[in-house]
């Protein structure tokens, strides 16, 4: 894609939905972070369900750390890899009472130091808490950034990269939202929707839905970006 296509990608995707949102829900930056380590793997919806009645409780490292692994498990268990995610997430309160005052830090490289906070956390963290213009390539971005030709790359880390490169402003830190639900919704991983897709005259993607009810010449992209 050229700079100007990608421009008009990007602002095409803005007029849809001009103040995009992450779809998890959470009351503050420490609720964010554990609900963006508990989503590894899992849908936000799913997530959503166990952290409503825990988030009532815990709005805090403290409060966590005085629920307790197994409270903890109690409100988790219906998402994958919950005994780790509950391990990891009472580890990390730990350290951020006992290290950072109670408050999440500012700071990727920070961040990744925290048990069970990869890259694409730290980068969901640092954009959705404190408006940074980070791209956390997870399998939706990482399908549309291929598929589309915006950022190609065998990695997520690779992806990341390109977008780094190429997202212009204003729309560097909506993008990654931009990104995520244009993946989640219209060119989803079965089958591309190219036929109610706002960018697909943009799109360099060789096997495109054109009809409803069409089905894909190949299956899904590639996806190798699976962890956190
Ligand atoms: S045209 Fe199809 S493949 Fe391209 S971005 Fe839109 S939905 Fe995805």
């Known amino acids: 894609m050229t700079k100007a296509e990608i421009f008009e990608f990007f602002r095409r995707l803005c007029e849809l939905n001009p103040e995009p949102q992450t779809e998890l829900e959470f009351g503050n930056t420490y609720q964010l972070l554990v609900a963006v380590v508990l989503s590894a793997q899992a849908t936000d919806v799913g997530v959503n369900k166990a952290t409503r ?11 966590m750390i005085d629920l307790g692994e197994d409270g903890l498990k109690r409100h988790i268990r ?40 990869g890259r694409k956390t730290a980068n969901v963290v640092m954009n959705c808490a404190f408006g940074a213009e980070t791209f956390a390539v997870d399998t939706h971005i990482f399908r549309v950034g291929n598929r589309t030709g915006l950022a190609v790359g065998k990695t997520p880390l690779a992806v990341e990269k390109q977008l780094e490169r190429k997202v212009p402003q204003p729309f560097r830190v909506g993008a990654h939202h931009w990104l995520i639900l244009h993946g989640r919704y219209v060119c989803k991983a079965r089958t591309p929707e190219c036929w109610h897709c706002a960018v697909v005259d943009l799109c360099a993607y060789k096997h495109k839905v054109l009809e409803r009810g069409g089905k894909p010449r190949v299956s899904g992209t590639r996806d190798s970006s699976r962890k956190n």
């Open 53 to 63: 009645a825990l988030f009532r409780e815990v709005k805090t490292p403290q409060q």
């Open 78 to 117: 219906t998402i994958g890899l919950y005994n780790a995610k509950a391990r990891n997430v009472i580890a990390l309160s730990e350290i951020l009472v006992r290290d950072f005052g109670g408050e999440v830090p500012s700071d990727r490289d920070v961040l990744t130091t925290l048990p069970g906070v």
